[in-house]
Protein backbone atom coordinates (compact mmCIF):
# COMPACT_ATOMS: atom_id res chain seq x y z
CA UNK A 1 0.00 0.00 0.00
CA UNK A 2 1.48 3.22 -1.09
CA UNK A 3 1.43 6.51 1.01
CA UNK A 4 1.08 10.35 -0.28
CA UNK A 5 2.34 14.32 0.65
CA UNK A 6 0.15 16.15 2.72
CA UNK A 7 1.34 19.74 2.05
CA UNK A 8 0.04 23.28 3.57
CA UNK A 9 1.00 26.34 2.44
CA UNK A 10 2.10 28.56 5.53
CA UNK A 11 2.07 32.48 5.51
CA UNK A 12 3.61 34.95 8.12
CA UNK A 13 1.80 38.36 8.19
CA UNK A 14 2.60 40.68 11.72
CA UNK A 15 4.90 37.78 13.17
CA UNK A 16 2.42 34.64 13.16
CA UNK A 17 1.44 31.98 11.08
CA UNK A 18 -1.73 31.40 8.91
CA UNK A 19 -2.67 29.01 6.41
CA UNK A 20 -2.60 29.98 3.17
CA UNK A 21 -3.64 27.00 0.81
CA UNK A 22 -2.89 23.70 0.60
CA UNK A 23 -1.46 22.26 -3.09
CA UNK A 24 -2.13 18.64 -3.84
CA UNK A 25 1.10 17.19 -4.65
CA UNK A 26 0.97 14.03 -6.99
CA UNK A 27 2.92 10.75 -5.65
CA UNK A 28 6.18 10.32 -6.93
CA UNK A 29 7.99 7.84 -4.42
CA UNK A 30 11.22 9.68 -5.99
CA UNK A 31 10.79 13.31 -4.63
CA UNK A 32 8.58 11.70 -1.09
CA UNK A 33 12.38 10.06 -0.69
CA UNK A 34 14.26 13.67 -1.15
CA UNK A 35 11.44 15.38 0.95
CA UNK A 36 12.54 12.94 3.89
CA UNK A 37 10.37 9.93 3.83
CA UNK A 38 11.72 6.92 5.39
CA UNK A 39 12.65 3.46 3.96
CA UNK A 40 12.81 4.15 0.68
CA UNK A 41 15.92 4.91 -1.68
CA UNK A 42 17.74 6.98 1.32
CA UNK A 43 18.82 9.21 -0.54
CA UNK A 44 17.51 12.03 0.94
CA UNK A 45 17.92 15.78 0.52
CA UNK A 46 16.27 16.85 3.36
CA UNK A 47 16.08 15.09 7.32
CA UNK A 48 12.60 15.62 8.92
CA UNK A 49 12.84 18.80 10.89
CA UNK A 50 9.02 17.79 12.88
CA UNK A 51 6.20 20.60 12.46
CA UNK A 52 7.27 23.72 13.28
CA UNK A 53 6.44 25.35 16.80
CA UNK A 54 4.51 28.52 15.49
CA UNK A 55 2.59 26.18 12.80
CA UNK A 56 -0.81 27.97 12.15
CA UNK A 57 -4.18 26.46 13.59
CA UNK A 58 -5.31 25.15 10.26
CA UNK A 59 -2.47 23.13 9.49
CA UNK A 60 -2.44 21.76 12.86
CA UNK A 61 -5.82 21.21 12.25
CA UNK A 62 -5.58 19.25 9.62
CA UNK A 63 -2.51 17.60 11.10
CA UNK A 64 -4.22 16.43 14.24
CA UNK A 65 -6.84 14.82 11.60
CA UNK A 66 -4.74 12.47 10.16
CA UNK A 67 -3.24 10.71 13.28
CA UNK A 68 -3.39 7.59 11.91
CA UNK A 69 -0.06 6.09 10.05
CA UNK A 70 1.26 9.66 9.25
CA UNK A 71 5.34 10.12 9.40
CA UNK A 72 8.01 12.56 8.74
CA UNK A 73 6.47 15.70 9.23
CA UNK A 74 8.86 18.50 8.37
CA UNK A 75 8.53 22.09 6.66
CA UNK A 76 10.77 23.72 3.70
CA UNK A 77 11.54 27.43 3.13
CA UNK A 78 10.83 29.37 -0.12
CA UNK A 79 14.87 28.63 -0.80
CA UNK A 80 14.59 24.42 0.14
CA UNK A 81 11.62 24.45 -2.22
CA UNK A 82 13.91 25.86 -4.93
CA UNK A 83 16.08 23.17 -4.62
CA UNK A 84 13.25 20.74 -4.96
CA UNK A 85 11.86 22.45 -8.30
CA UNK A 86 15.15 22.68 -9.69
CA UNK A 87 15.70 18.40 -8.92
CA UNK A 88 12.14 18.54 -10.28
CA UNK A 89 11.45 20.06 -13.31
CA UNK A 90 8.36 18.21 -13.54
CA UNK A 91 6.97 20.13 -10.30
CA UNK A 92 7.11 23.79 -12.12
CA UNK A 93 4.16 25.03 -11.39
CA UNK A 94 4.35 27.55 -14.20
CA UNK A 95 4.07 24.35 -16.24
CA UNK A 96 0.33 24.34 -16.84
CA UNK A 97 0.04 20.64 -17.86
CA UNK A 98 1.80 19.42 -15.15
CA UNK A 99 -0.45 21.00 -12.47
CA UNK A 100 0.45 23.11 -10.11
CA UNK A 101 2.02 20.68 -7.51
CA UNK A 102 4.11 23.11 -5.17
CA UNK A 103 1.55 25.55 -5.22
CA UNK A 104 0.74 29.35 -5.69
CA UNK A 105 1.25 32.19 -3.73
CA UNK A 106 -0.28 35.41 -4.49
CA UNK A 107 -0.04 34.72 -8.50
CA UNK A 108 3.69 33.57 -8.52
CA UNK A 109 5.47 30.58 -7.39
CA UNK A 110 6.43 29.64 -3.84
CA UNK A 111 9.40 28.97 -3.90
CA UNK A 112 10.38 32.04 -5.64
CA UNK A 113 8.97 33.88 -3.27
CA UNK A 114 13.01 35.20 -1.90
CA UNK A 115 14.14 35.72 -5.17
CA UNK A 116 10.88 38.06 -6.17
CA UNK A 117 10.18 39.34 -2.99
CA UNK A 118 8.88 42.88 -4.82
CA UNK A 119 5.95 40.51 -6.64
CA UNK A 120 4.15 39.67 -3.22
CA UNK A 121 1.76 41.71 -1.22
CA UNK A 122 4.15 43.68 1.12
CA UNK A 123 2.18 42.44 4.08
CA UNK A 124 3.30 39.09 3.96
CA UNK A 125 7.11 38.44 5.92
CA UNK A 126 7.82 35.03 4.81
CA UNK A 127 6.46 31.69 3.41
CA UNK A 128 7.17 27.86 4.07
CA UNK A 129 5.52 24.26 3.21
CA UNK A 130 4.49 21.95 5.94
CA UNK A 131 4.21 18.76 5.44
CA UNK A 132 4.14 15.08 6.09
CA UNK A 133 3.45 11.59 4.95
CA UNK A 134 0.11 9.65 5.32
Known amino acids: MG ?28 LMDFLGAENLYHYNRFKAKGLPEDISVV ?17 LTPDELKIVSSKFPQL ?13 LFDNSVERFYQYREDYPQEIEDVRMVFWFK
Open 3 to 30: FDIKAHIEVKIDKQWHHYSCPSILRNYE
Open 59 to 75: TRIAYNKDTTNLFNPSW
Open 92 to 104: DPFNIMRGNELGY
